[in-house]
């Protein structure tokens, strides 16, 4: 499977993104799918989490209310709607899928990884 994030940009504070990863390959809707993000100086986060069919999502305490998880395994891709911006928010995401579902939060876990696109908030 392959990978390829793509939406980030340059924001100011209290905007809104839409982030979105596009899978290759035929088996999308068997991955449970993720979102992480890495600050400059931090390790990497798991930002939010969705079952295989859309059912069940999950999220960091620090997002909730603000971002949003979404697919859409009729076109092998899944979105992360991110409103209400902060600076705090600033980092690479990645997208990340995982094929056995025993975990959403734990990054190795996953089986695969996109390249990262770059979100920017500005105070």
């Known amino acids: 499977v392959q990978l390829q994030a793509s939406g980030g940009g340059l924001v100011q504070a209290g905007g809104s993104l839409r982030l979105s990863c596009a899978a290759s390959?035929?088996?999308?809707?068997?991955?449970?799918m993720g979102w992480f993000r890495q600050a400059p100086g931090k390790e990497r986060e798991f930002v939010a989490g969705?079952?295989?069919?859309?059912?069940?999502?999950y999220y960091a305490e620090s997002v909730k209310g603000r971002f949003t998880i979404s697919r859409d395994n009729a076109k092998n891709t899944v979105y992360l709607q991110m409103n209400s911006l902060k600076p705090e928010d600033t980092a690479l995401y990645y997208c990340a899928a995982e094929v056995s579902g025993t975990s959403y939060y734990i990054q190795d876990q996953y089986d695969y990884w996109g390249q990262g696109t770059q979100v920017t908030v500005s105070s």
């Open positions: 969705i079952s295989r069919r859309g059912g069940y999502t």
């Open positions: 390959g035929r088996t999308f809707s068997t991955y449970i």
